[in-house]
Nanobody
Framework: QVQLVESGGGLVQAGGSLRLSCAAS????????MGWFRQAPGKEREFVAA????????YYADSVKGRFTISRDNAKNTVYLQVNSLKPEDTAVYYC????????????????????WGQGTKVTVSS
């Protein structure tokens, strides 16, 4: 089992930035493909960004491309999501997820493709 804990959310004005972190613990003797998703009130969980196990492949939703950057530090068992130029429509609870079967590809965009989830960190963007 892998436990994931997100942090870094908060209230920010439109145009602002945050850095979200996802720390993994438990079975961390190996690295996992990781993803970030978000869920706004009354909406389904949607894909935001993903990174492969080695960190050399990333994939983004069109809505965040150019504004968000996913990265990882395997020595610290931590994945990051740098979120810039925030918009009110980015308001959501942000979740990180780990995929048990690793791949050189990062293009895993469905929640069903991930096996472990954190509890989420809330991001609120005011206009």
């Amino acid at each position: 089992q892998v436990q994931l804990v997100e942090s870094g959310g908060g209230l920010v004005q439109a145009g602002g930035s945050l850095r979200l972190s996802c720390a993994a613990s438990g079975r961390t003797s190996r690295s996992y493909n990781m993803g970030w998703f978000r869920q706004a009130p009354g909406k389904e969980r949607e894909f935001v960004a993903a990174i492969n196990w080695s960190g050399d492949s990333t994939y983004y939703a069109d809505s965040v491309k150019g504004r968000f950057t996913i990265s990882r530090d395997n020595a610290k068992n931590t994945v990051y999501l740098q979120v810039n130029s925030l918009k009110p429509e980015d308001t959501a609870v942000y979740y990180c997820a780990a995929r048990f079967f690793i791949s050189s590809s990062s293009a895993y965009t469905s929640p069903d493709e991930y096996d472990f989830w954190g509890q989420g960190t809330k991001v609120t963007v005011s206009s």
